[in-house]
């Protein structure tokens, strides 16, 4: 079974708590003189109201960005059975029914929740001190927002399992829904492509935070023989920088900025290019707005150290052309198995760009706004999510060729059809 954890959404919560009847007592329960049911009930409510702002259809995957909404899901998902039982799992959607006269089942999930939010986050480890080895000649996948085990996420994973030429297998971050152990375990690593003989990386992301990180501190990176939450791969040519944007959410800290600044000129002294990989982005794809995450680094962004960066957080996946000051290009590939709403183009006023691709996607021009340049993002519909095809993005992931000095980038769809194909070095 490739999702053993159901889907947990708003409309699956009020549902077994009774429709919006029920919701309208649990509302009452927030003035009660009992002062942890009370808390239970607030609690329980403003986590109903972001996975509400946050749901499509409910029978469909959705997370906000939300760290109690997510403690809920995931409390919900692993103890359905503790918490009332299933009425019923369907394409793994889950449908829980509560006894709202008992309310106990409400201080039972404030346990839950309190258990994931109050479990603090893993020490931050030591910088890399030394590089890993890749070949000159080698290729890296790359996968974000892929830790659902649902939609487009496992038929990625085979095509790079079937594919199995690749020096190294990049995760740009988050497990579904907190990333707990048991979601790390059954989201996460039960579909991993392990290629033989390729090395496994994961970047930190804000969903792994809510449940403090620890889990994927103490069960990937030793899995992934990862030492830190930031990696150093290396050949003659290239540096590849994995970054640790979500310890600091969307932010970093000094002595990850040292360890980046140093690194960076080591490289350009040896006559290296750079790639930066971080979950979080340099830039809005929808606004242009740069963000936080470039402020402490600028010094080298505009001294041309870096000469790409590949993020994930923004559920779509957009190709950008150089940054006019900093000429690195960039890259979001955050598509790769959490279904998204599908960008509004239209509104945008983003022109289509050549021919339809595989799954009946187009690419669609980003202009240039501000310092942040122009691109491509992809659109169309998701074939992996039956039923809501056409409201959901395309999945896919991509593919990083090291030639030398060269660089090729390929975005691919789930069954690995190729649908862009760029040099860039």
Request: hydrophobic share 40%; proline share 7%; glycine share 10%.
């Amino acid at each position: 079974m490739r999702n053993p954890l159901p889907v947990v959404n708003y409309g699956q919560v009020v549902d077994g708590l009774g429709g919006h009847r029920g919701v309208e007592q649990l509302s009452a329960h927030r003035d009660a003189d009992d002062l942890e049911i009370a808390t239970a009930a607030t609690t329980i409510h403003q986590a109903l109201e972001a996975l509400k702002a946050a749901e499509v259809h409910a029978d469909v995957m959705s997370s906000p960005d939300d760290r109690v909404a997510a403690a809920l899901q995931t409390a919900l998902a692993e103890h359905a059975q503790a918490l009332g039982g299933p009425a019923g799992v369907v394409e793994g959607v889950l449908a829980v029914k509560f006894d709202r006269h008992d309310l106990g089942w409400m201080r039972a999930i404030l346990g839950a929740i309190k258990e994931r939010l109050n479990i603090g986050r893993f020490d931050f480890l030591p910088s890399p001190t030394a590089a890993t080895s890749l070949p000159d000649t080698t290729r890296v996948a790359l996968l974000g927002d892929w830790g659902t085990n649902l939609y487009g996420a496992p038929h990625c994973a085979d095509a790079i399992q079937s594919d199995g030429q690749f020096g190294a297998v990049v995760h740009l971050g988050d497990v579904y829904y907190s990333g707990s152990a048991t979601e790390i375990h059954e989201r996460f690593l039960a579909e991993w492509p392990f290629v033989p003989g390729a090395l496994n990386r994961a970047c930190n992301s804000n969903h792994e935070m809510y449940s403090g990180g620890k889990p994927y501190a103490e069960i990937t990176l030793p899995r992934f023989h990862q030492d830190s939450s930031l990696f150093w791969l290396e050949n003659t040519h290239w540096v590849l920088l994995g970054l640790d944007s979500a310890y600091d959410e969307g932010r970093l800290g000094p002595l990850q900025v040292q360890w980046v600044t140093r690194t960076a000129l080591h490289a350009r002294a040896a006559g290296k290019q750079i790639l930066l990989f971080s979950h979080h982005p340099p830039w809005r794809t929808d606004t242009g707005e740069t963000l936080p995450l470039t402020t402490p680094i600028v010094h080298v962004l505009e001294r041309g150290l870096v000469a790409g960066w590949y993020w994930g957080h923004e559920h779509l996946c957009a190709l950008f052309d150089p940054h006019p000051i900093w000429h690195m290009w960039g890259s979001c590939i955050a598509h790769s198995g959490f279904p998204y709403v599908r960008p509004d183009v239209a509104s945008s006023g983003w022109q289509q760009a050549g021919e339809v691709v595989a799954d009946d996607s187009t690419w669609h021009r980003i202009p240039m706004r501000g310092q942040t340049p122009a691109g491509l993002v992809l659109d169309g519909p998701n074939r992996w999510v039956p039923g809501h095809e056409s409201d959901f993005g395309p999945n896919g992931y991509a593919v990083l060729e090291l030639d030398g000095p060269h660089l090729r980038e390929l975005v691919l769809s789930p069954d690995g059809t190729v649908v862009h194909d760029r040099t860039l070095a």
